[in-house]
């Protein structure tokens, strides 16, 4: 089962999606055309006056991946992947702060010091991260264009759900509540990348382990808490772990240090939700929230595998949910290429200039073409990015590999460049 299509009208107001069955029937009978590919919406040659039934559109944001998910009431119909790219421009900011001091220590030039004056505003987030609530959002509009989204649900924080629910709870009655365990829990597996910390066992049921026993004055602080299987947790007990893995030492040492450190994919989130709820409020929709641990219960009760989608569509309240889709779209920030105009060496030389033009012979480097050559060495048919060039032959990267010297008079344009890349 794959995504259902989008679909608008002929003034391209947006309607409730429909099969990939119903979208072929329109096509082949001339009633639609194809709006855009990626993703797949459809355009239908008349006007429909009455108002489309109201859509929820779901978001598990994460460090990496940000699932999202389209719902018409308790159905999925629609569901995508968002990967992004803040390592990437992490990367890139580094190289050229150290470039620049390379410079500087060289004393290739004089360069008068600056004041200091340069102040960030209220809420300023790293370009890093910046970027992750940036591309969500250019998504959620995006989305909006193309589907009848009347509400926004995204994943934020752990509200004291109880407390709100009943206000007189205490004792051990509010601790161990509905969701006691939950969030530690999902914390440790993303921290210990969901496999024993001894043994690397995958795949199995892993249990919340004390590094330092409790019988032996150990804590229930985050840092004293690991996950093990159930046999390596019942090998290691009450025993203090520099006597478990005497004799592995590199084991001992991973271990000490990965309980220590911080998890920085869950710092990358925190820092960013609260920008992220604020940027989905000027789209002027209404947004809810939900918790992590929320997330994680429906997905339990629901007996759904772990996927960053199926995460989106568990977001919030979620008393049932029919799956009608199995093949999310997978997206990929890629970025808009550099506005740099001197290309340097490794050791920040110039070595290469860069020409202002862009576009060449009606195509961009980055757009999805497809050639079909029928003279010369290279006869066949080949869909993928186009590299340009403004002599007009090109280079087309294809699933199987790059294909050089293409003329762009056999180059038909697929997709436009827009910054992603995708696949299913």
């Known amino acids: 089962m794959s995504n259902q299509i989008l679909v608008l009208d002929t003034n391209r107001k ?27 919406t459809i355009i239908i040659t008349k006007e429909v006056e009455d108002t489309p039934e109201s859509l929820t559109l779901k978001l598990d944001p994460g460090s990496k991946v940000t699932g999202i998910a389209l719902l018409k009431n308790d159905k999925l119909i629609w569901a995508a ?38 102040t960030r505003h209220e809420g300023w987030l790293a370009p890093s991260l910046q970027h992750r609530v940036d591309t969500i959002l250019t998504w959620v509009n995006r989305i909006s264009r193309y589907a009848p989204v009347g509400s926004l649900v995204q994943e934020l924080v752990r509200f004291d759900l109880q407390l709100m629910q009943n206000p007189e709870i205490s004792g051990v ?3 161990q509540g509905e969701l006691q365990g939950y969030e530690v829990k999902e914390y440790l597996l ?31 602080r985050v840092s004293n808490l690991a996950l093990a299987c159930h046999p390596c947790n019942q090998r290691k007990g009450n025993q203090d772990i520099k006597d478990f893995l005497s004799g592995k030492p590199e084991i001992l040492k991973r271990v000490l240090a990965q309980s220590k450190s911080p998890l920085k994919d869950a710092t990358a989130i925190n820092a960013t939700r609260w920008a992220l709820f604020n940027a989905l409020k000027t789209t002027g929709l209404p947004v809810g929230t939900g918790s992590g641990g929320k997330t994680k219960f429906n997905r339990s009760r629901l007996g759904l595998p772990k996927t960053h989608w199926l995460d989106a569509a568990c977001v919030g309240d979620t008393p049932r949910l029919e799956i009608l889709t199995l093949q999310p779209l997978l997206i990929k920030s890629a970025g808009h290429g550099t506005r740099q105009m001197c290309g340097t060496n490794k050791c920040g030389f110039p070595i290469r200039h860069r020409t202002r033009v862009q576009i060449h012979k009606g195509f961009q480097t980055g757009d999805l073409v497809k050639a079909t050559v029928t003279s010369g060495k290279k006869i066949g048919f080949y869909v993928g990015r186009v590299l340009c060039r403004a002599t007009g032959s090109f280079d087309i990267a294809t699933l199987t590999g790059r294909v050089t010297g293409i003329s762009h008079k056999y180059c038909t344009p697929i997709h436009k460049k827009d910054g992603y890349n995708y696949s299913y």
């Open 14 to 40: 947006p309607l409730v999606p429909c099969t990939p069955g119903m979208a072929r029937s329109l096509l082949k009978a001339r009633k639609a055309n194809v709006f855009r590919r990626y993703p797949f």
């Open 81 to 118: 992947e968002l990967t992004h790219r803040g390592s990437a421009i992490k990367d890139a900011l580094l190289s050229r702060r150290q470039l620049r001091r390379g410079r500087r220590n060289r004393k290739t030039r004089y360069r008068k010091a600056r004041f200091l004056n340069r």
């Open 173 to 175: 009655e509010y601790q």
């Open 190 to 220: 993303n921290k210990f990348n969901r496999q024993c910390v001894y043994c690397g066992a995958k795949d199995t049921k892993l249990e919340v382990e004390h590094i330092h026993p409790r019988s032996k004055g150990g804590s229930n």
